[in-house]
């Protein structure tokens, strides 16, 4: 006799032998028991979790002649909840070959003449059985021309016909045909419930299973039944009579539960390079990358759960030493932690999935979440902001002397130092430099903290206190103004000559001017290699069009005051043509005086046509004798080299838009209570963002 797949072997024959579908048997066993049976049902759910089984137990219900002998010859029992299992009508259905219950498939039995067919056999009563069955699986395969001739055969069928519809993708039933069945939603499976049945089988097979074991094919059937059989199947094929959980991964292609184990005890412990050594180790034996990933993800959850939670044993679908191994990496996890470690790698699992490298995708993603920052508890915040608020409250003045070495000292002690081993998971990223100067320059990332020299320091503190001692602007006074007759375009300029110079490099604060003052000397580290971060050559975040405005060579006096005249006759053209005064912004001025307007222009100047033309030449004509006093006389002349682009007026305002834009941000970099809050919060400036316009 050939072997029969234990899927088969083992396929539900009655209602209460339905795993996970408990509101199925329960309203088809009640519909049966009070003669309530619809004509049509609609069976939808994914694959292996019962559609098909569900449908030849209802016919076997609906058809069941009683035990042979139970019943008095001539009377029909009628349907019942509980088959017989015995009867030609049962056993006839259980193989598939009774002659009124028919199952068909919709992939192959999909077009209208099969459906005429099947409704001119209707109307003809059974050959043996109570009803007439028709079961049709995958229904949704069906043609728009089968469902349409399906339709008046499906409202008013003959009294002894029944209909029972499977499908897995109900959304491409047509609404007409759902509006005349009775459905019926299949739920995926427990893991919990496929495992119990598991053992159940391996118990009725005489084959021995650890629980780690049976809990691994119970996840890998995600939610299917049919699926957890097959596994099954193969795993016995594998192992014989005796499964172990080793064997059951090693069959199945899974990475085992301890090395998952592992990647989760080096992210809980900050240890990056202990994940990267396990994933060498998975990768190297030919594991799926993304279901390594997803089974992490999922050990992650139950480290939450086990966490938070005071008896999780109904929560967790693990074996009872999986769930021991469990409470044990979660022991001295914080929970918050725990839950930041599942919500970033979640956020990080379907780039792993997406990507075309998912092992170097999954390894970025470990050390990332290794390497996280630490939780600073919020008591602690509280009191930083209590202090802030205090200070601003005395007017904004920092606290020195003894108190800011008492502060100092106070830091020293609950912060441990540099030589000192982390105290625990995720402590090794929190670490803070006795020096005040250290924690204002952003260098301390990562649990790494620049050791200042003795010797070093001594020159930064003498600048400290020598800028302490200088008066400071505070919020309520205006930034120093440019000084008169100088235009926003020579501040920029000047800007762009200290960003150049090579004392940025060296550490040392640029002389710049007013509308763009640095921090005090304080706030620098005082080794050559750390930048300070009011220092503009230090903004990494400075603009591309930043960038660039530094870039253009100074203009000359001469040239800005022609510049400006024109601007002023440009203005005038403005208020009358806005289109004309923006290609006029695209020249360059070479005379600006009373009576003559040189104007250059690019050779094939994009904009020639419109400039040359009479009208606009008038325009800007009386526009001139306005603004110079005197009747002018425009001249356009075509000189690739004089028309640099550097020399318009278009350029001439955005190196005055920059200007404005430098002032403002190190206006708000400078402002006292920026450096408050990075003092106390032992914060870093990261980036400073205007508001548009």
């Not at 048997?25 to 098909?52: C, D, M, P, Q, Y």
């Not at 993708?169 to 759902?178: A, R």
């Not at 499964?243 to 900050?270: M, P, W």
Request: charged share 25%.
């Amino acid at each position: 006799m050939s072997y029969v797949v234990l899927a088969r072997k083992w396929r539900p024959m009655r209602f209460e032998d339905l795993v996970g579908q408990d509101h199925v048997a329960r309203t088809l066993g009640n519909a049966i028991e009070s003669g309530r049976v619809a004509h049509a049902f609609l069976f939808t759910g994914v694959r292996g979790v019962g559609k098909t089984t569900s449908a030849r137990i209802l016919a076997k219900a609906l058809n069941c002649m009683g035990k042979p002998g139970s019943v008095p010859a001539g009377e029909d029992p009628g349907p019942t909840v509980t088959p017989c299992l015995e009867c030609p009508a049962c056993q006839e259905i259980a193989l598939g070959t009774d002659m009124d219950v028919r199952e068909i498939d919709g992939a192959s039995y999909n077009g209208v003449d099969e459906v005429r067919k099947l409704q001119d056999s209707l109307p003809y009563r059974p050959t043996r059985d109570r009803f007439k069955i028709f079961i049709v699986d995958e229904v949704h395969m069906l043609s728009a021309a089968a469902w349409n001739a399906f339709l008046k055969t499906l409202e008013e069928p003959p009294p002894h016909v029944k209909f029972i519809f499977a499908t897995t993708e109900v959304h491409k039933v047509p609404v007409t045909i759902l509006s005349r069945v009775q459905r019926f939603d299949f739920k995926m499976i427990s893991t919990r419930a496929i495992a119990e049945r598991l053992r159940y089988v391996l118990s009725q097979e005489g084959i021995e299973a650890d629980d780690a074991g049976v809990n691994i094919i119970a996840r890998e059937a995600a939610g299917s039944m049919r699926d957890a059989m097959s596994l099954l199947d193969q795993v016995i094929a594998f192992c014989g009579s005796k499964l172990t959980a080793d064997d059951v991964a090693h069959t199945l292609g899974v990475a085992s539960r301890q090395a998952l184990h592992d990647l989760t005890d080096g992210l809980v412990r900050g240890d990056a390079a202990r994940c990267l050594e396990v994933v060498d180790s998975v990768a190297e034996q030919g594991f799926d990358i993304p279901h390594v990933a997803r089974d992490l993800l999922a050990l992650l959850r139950d480290l939450v759960v086990v966490k938070v939670v005071p008896d999780p044993g109904r929560l967790l679908d693990l074996a009872d030493e999986e769930r021991t191994h469990v409470a044990e990496l979660a022991q001295g996890a914080d929970p918050d932690d725990l839950l930041r470690l599942h919500q970033g790698f979640s956020r990080g699992y379907d780039e792993v999935v997406r990507s075309a490298e998912p092992r170097a995708s999954l390894e970025m993603l470990l050390v990332r979440l290794a390497r996280r920052p630490p939780l600073i508890p919020l008591d602690d915040l509280i009191g930083r902001l209590g202090q802030l608020e205090r200070r601003l409250a005395q007017g904004g003045a920092r606290p020195r002397g003894r108190e800011g070495e008492s502060r100092s000292a106070s830091s020293s002690r609950t912060t441990p130092s540099r030589d000192e081993p982390p105290s625990g998971p995720g402590a090794a990223s929190h670490q803070t430099s006795t020096d005040p100067g250290a924690a204002f320059t952003g260098a301390h990332r990562g649990g790494a903290t620049r050791s200042v020299d003795p010797a070093a320091r001594r020159p930064m503190e003498r600048d400290a206190v020598a800028q302490a001692s200088a008066p400071r602007r505070t919020s309520t006074q205006p930034p120093a103004p440019l000084p008169q007759g100088q235009p926003h375009a020579h501040a920029a300029r000047t800007v762009a000559g200290q960003a150049a110079s090579g004392q940025a490099a060296s550490g040392q604060a640029a002389a710049l001017p007013d509308a763009v003052a640095p921090f005090d000397d304080a706030f620098q580290l005082p080794d050559s290699g750390a930048r300070s971060i009011s220092s503009p050559a230090s903004d990494t975040h400075a603009l591309p069009a930043a960038r660039a405005a530094m870039r253009r060579p100074p203009l000359e006096p001469e040239e800005e005051a022609r510049l400006l005249r024109l601007r002023d006759i440009v203005e005038q053209v403005r208020a009358s043509d806005i289109e004309l005064a923006a290609y006029f912004e695209q020249t360059v001025p070479l005379i600006v005086e009373p009576g003559r307007l040189d104007l250059a222009i690019e050779p094939g100047f994009v904009f020639r046509s419109a400039v040359t033309t009479p009208e606009a030449r008038a325009k800007l004509e009386a526009a001139a004798t306005v603004v110079l006093g005197a009747p002018t006389e425009l001249r356009l002349v075509e000189d690739e080299e004089a028309a640099a682009p550097h020399r318009t007026l278009s350029a001439l305002r955005e190196r005055e838009r920059e200007a404005r834009r430098l002032e403002a941000i190190n206006r708000a970099r400078s402002h006292p209570r920026v450096v408050d809050a990075i003092e106390v919060l032992g914060a870093r400036l990261k980036e400073v963002k205007l508001a548009e316009g």
